[in-house]
C-alpha cells in the first residue's frame, strides 16, 4: 500500500489559503443601483407584486376556503369599528354643513351636501383607514412571521405559489369586505347625518330627502364604490408586498407592519384625490 | 428511480459578499450524497439554489431539462414537485397540527380521498417515529421532533430527489444514528436521488455514496465517499478529522501568519497511514437491495483510473465480499 504519509502534508504552494479575501476571486459585475433610485426600486416590485395578484386571481385552483377565513376575519376586525366611527363622522358633517347652509341660507340643500360629502368622501376614507390599520396590519404581520419562519420558502418548495395560495384570498378579501364595509359605512353615516340634522338643528325632513335626489346621483355611489374596491386592492398589496419582504429577524416584521400601515395610508388618501379629481371632471354634477 | 441533478458553473453573491463560485457537480439518479463543510460556506444557501428558491447570479441547475435557475417561474413550481426538501428546523406551518402540516403536501398536489390522506400521512408519521403526536402543534414539540415531522412532510409525496438541510441538528448521536439509517432505508425503497448538507462526521462517514465539500468559496472536490475519505488535501483531512491544525480557522479561514506560526510548531502527525474508510451503512434486513448502489458500483468501476491510489484500494477493498474486515 501506500507510504504513511503526514496527516497535514507541508506543502502550501499546493492550495495557499486565499489571505486576500474577498479580492481572491473574480467578484462578478454588480450594478449598483444609486441612492438615490432605491424608492423606484421598492416601487417597481411593489407593482410587480400587483401585476403577479391581478394574474394569479384568474389562475385554478381558486382558494376557496382561504379566501372565506381572511374574509371572515377582515370583516369581524373591522365592521364594528366602522359602524361606531361612522356615526359621528356622518354627526360632523351634517353639523358642520347645516351651520354653513344656515348661514347662506340654502337650508333645504343640507341633506344632499351632506349625503354627498358622506358618501363620495367620508365613507371611502373611513373604509381605507380601517382596511389598512386593522386589517392591513394583521395581514403584514401574518405574512412576515411565516416569511421568517421560512414556512413561505417550505411552500414554494412544495411547488405551492404563496402568492396564490396565500396573498390573492387576502387581497380580494380586503376588497369584498372594503366595497361591503363601504355600503354599511354610506348607510350609518347617511342615517346618522339624518339624525342629528332633523333632530339637532330642526331640519325638516321632508327637505332634508328631497335635496337627496335633488343634489346627488347614482354615480356618486358608483365612484364611491369604485374608490373602496381599490382602496382595498391597494391595502392588500402593500400589506402582502410588505410582509413578504420583512428585513430580518421579529423585529423586521415589526418595522414592515408600521411601514406598510403608513405606505398604504399615503397612498390610499393620494389615490382618493387623484380619482375625486377624475370624477369631477368627468361626470357632470347634477343640474348643471 | 431517481432524477439526476447537474449542476454547472454555480455563482452565487450576497451584494458584494461572494458565497461560493463555479460549483459544477452531478448528483447520480438515486445515489446518496452529502455535502460537507464548515459552518458557514453556503451549505443551505447551495440546497436553496439547487431547488430554485435562491437564484445564483451565474451557472445552471438542470433537473430533467428544466433549469431551476433560468426558466419560468410555471416550469420551476411544476418541477418542484418532483422535491422533498427537509429545512433546517422543519419550516412547518405553525398554525397547523402535525398531521396537517404532514398532509399539507397532499392535499394540494393530489386529488386523494381523506381516508387515504390518512392512511399515508399515518405511515409517514410511524416512519419518523411520531406516533401519537399528530394533533399537536409545531410550537408543542421539541426541535427534534419538529426535524422528524419536517422530513416526514418531504416525503409524504414520494419525492424523486430528497435534500436534506443538515438533519442531525439537534438530534442526540442515537437519534442521529437512527435517522442515518432511515435515509438509507428511505433509498433502498424508493430509489431516490438524496443530498443531504451537514457537518455531522458520523453521517458522512456512513451514510453516502458520494461526497463533497464546500469550503472557501469553492467546491473543493465531489466525488465517491472514498476519494474524499481518503483524501490528505489539507481542508479535508482536518475536516474530516476535526482537528483545529489546518487551514480552516474560527471564522472562515485562516490567514498566512497564522498557518506559517502553526507549522513552526510542527504539530507531530496525530496518526499516520491512510484513514481507515468506515464501509457504508446497509439497509436494513428486509429492506430491497438498493438500486443506486448497484449504479454506482458500475459507475466508479468505469472511472477507476482517474481516481487518486488511495481511493482506489478503499473502493476495491469495500467491493471485495469481505468487505470491511479485509484491511490489514
Known amino acids: ?288 | 428511480m431517481g432524477i439526476e441533478v447537474v449542476v454547472e458553473g454555480l455563482t452565487k453573491s450576497f451584494g458584494k459578499q461572494n458565497i461560493w463560485q463555479d460549483v459544477s457537480l452531478t448528483l447520480p439518479a438515486g445515489e446518496v450524497s452529502v455535502m460537507l463543510g464548515p459552518s458557514g460556506t453556503g451549505k443551505t444557501v447551495f440546497l436553496k439554489s439547487i431547488i430554485g428558491l435562491l437564484k445564483p447570479e451565474q451557472g445552471r441547475v438542470l433537473i430533467n431539462g428544466v433549469d431551476m435557475v433560468n426558466s419560468s417561474e410555471r416550469d420551476i413550481m411544476e418541477t418542484r414537485k418532483l422535491f422533498g426538501l427537509m429545512f433546517q428546523d422543519g419550516a412547518l406551518f405553525g398554525s397547523m397540527s402535525l398531521f396537517d402540516n404532514i398532509a399539507f403536501p397532499l392535499r394540494e398536489h393530489t386529488r386523494k380521498k381523506e381516508s387515504e390522506i390518512r392512511r399515508i400521512v399515518m405511515e409517514r408519521i410511524d416512519v419518523v417515529g411520531l406516533l401519537g403526536a399528530e394533533g399537536k402543534l409545531p410550537g408543542e414539540i421539541s426541535g427534534g421532533m419538529r426535524k422528524r415531522a419536517g422530513l416526514a412532510r418531504a416525503l409524504v409525496l414520494d419525492p424523486q430527489i430528497i435534500l436534506c438541510d443538515e438533519p442531525d441538528s439537534g438530534l442526540d448521536p442515537v437519534r442521529t444514528a437512527y435517522l442515518s439509517q432511515l435515509l438509507i432505508d428511505l433509498n433502498a425503497q424508493i430509489d431516490a436521488t438524496m443530498l443531504i448538507v451537514t457537518h455531522n462526521l458520523d453521517i458522512a462517514a456512513t451514510v453516502p455514496d458520494n461526497m463533497g465539500m464546500l469550503f472557501c468559496r469553492n467546491l473543493v472536490t465531489f466525488g465517491p465517499r472514498e476519494v474524499l475519505l481518503t483524501s490528505d488535501t489539507p481542508v479535508v483531512s482536518q475536516f474530516l478529522a476535526g482537528r483545529r491544525e489546518g487551514p480552516i480557522g474560527m471564522s472562515e479561514e485562516k490567514d498566512a501568519a497564522t498557518l506559517a506560526a502553526e507549522q513552526l510548531v510542527d504539530t507531530a502527525p496525530l496518526h499516520t497511514g491512510p484513514r481507515t474508510v468506515v464501509p457504508q451503512l446497509e439497509p436494513s434486513p428486509g429492506m430491497p437491495v438498493r438500486q443506486g448502489a448497484l449504479r454506482r458500483r458500475e459507475r466508479v468501476m468505469s472511472m477507476m483510473g482517474q481516481l487518486p491510489e488511495a481511493a482506489r484500494t478503499a473502493i476495491l477493498d469495500s467491493y471485495t465480499p469481505a468487505a470491511g474486515g479485509a484491511r490489514a
Not at chain 1, 407593482?47 to 381572511?70: C, D, M, N, S, Y
Not at chain 1, 382596511?131 to 419562519?149: F, Y
Not at chain 1, 402582502?240 to 414592515?256: F, I, Q, S
Open chain 1, 1 to 288: 500500500m501506500t507510504a504513511p504519509m503526514p496527516v497535514r502534508p507541508p506543502e502550501p504552494p499546493e492550495k495557499p489559503p486565499p489571505v486576500t479575501g474577498p479580492a481572491a476571486g473574480p467578484a462578478p459585475e454588480q450594478r449598483r443601483p444609486s441612492r438615490l433610485l432605491a424608492p423606484l426600486h421598492e416601487t417597481g416590485k411593489l407593482f410587480a407584486l400587483a401585476v403577479a395578484v391581478a394574474r394569479a386571481i384568474f389562475r385554478r385552483p381558486f382558494q376557496v376556503r382561504e379566501f372565506i377565513e381572511q374574509f371572515w376575519f377582515v370583516a369581524s376586525v373591522t365592521i364594528l369599528p366602522a359602524a361606531l366611527v361612522s356615526i359621528p363622522f356622518g354627526a360632523v358633517i351634517a353639523l358642520q354643513v347645516g351651520s354653513l347652509t344656515q348661514q347662506l341660507g340654502a337650508q333645504s340643500f343640507t341633506g344632499g351636501a351632506s349625503v354627498l360629502a358622506v358618501i363620495q368622501q367620508a365613507s371611502p376614507i373611513i373604509v381605507a383607514l380601517l382596511i389598512s390599520g386593522a386589517a392591513g396590519s394583521a395581514i403584514c404581520a401574518d405574512l412576515g412571521s411565516r416569511k421568517i419562519r421560512e414556512e413561505l420558502d417550505a411552500m414554494e418548495v412544495m411547488g405551492v405559489s404563496p402568492i396564490q395560495r396565500l396573498v390573492v384570498p387576502r387581497v380580494l378579501a380586503t376588497m369584498l369586505v372594503a366595497v361591503l364595509l363601504n355600503g354599511l359605512i354610506s348607510v350609518v353615516g347617511t342615517l346618522g347625518g339624518y339624525f342629528f340634522n332633523v333632530i339637532m338643528q330642526d331640519g325638516t325632513p321632508g327637505a332634508y330627502l328631497a335635496s337627496f335626489s335633488a343634489l346627488a346621483q347614482l354615480p356618486d355611489l358608483y365612484i364611491s364604490e369604485l374608490k373602496a374596491l381599490i382602496f382595498g386592492f391597494i391595502a392588500g398589496i402593500v400589506a402582502a408586498y410588505r410582509g413578504l419582504n420583512p428585513r430580518g429577524g421579529p423585529k423586521g416584521v415589526g418595522d414592515a407592519v408600521n411601514q406598510s400601515v403608513v405606505i398604504t395610508f399615503m397612498l390610499l388618501f393620494f389615490v382618493n384625490m387623484v380619482l375625486t379629481a377624475i370624477y369631477l371632471q368627468i361626470v357632470p354634477a347634477k343640474g348643471s
